[in-house]
């Protein structure tokens, strides 16, 4: 069916789609909400002290 070089290429060809497959799911579950979560909790802060710093004037 396959010749051996094939099935190395084959095997690696899964390897690959397996990693990326897996790799997405990690930064769509873990990497991008917490970004997401930092990020709007940097602008809340930097609201924040914004109003104080305008209320001191």
Do not use: H, S
């Amino acid at each position: 069916m396959f010749e051996f070089d094939q099935y190395l290429g084959f095997l690696a060809f899964l390897t690959i789609l397996t990693i990326g497959f897996w790799l997405m799911i990690f930064l769509l579950t873990f990497v991008v909400p917490y970004w997401l979560v930092g990020n709007l909790r940097e602008m809340m802060k930097e609201k924040r002290e914004a109003k104080k710093a305008q209320l001191e004037e």
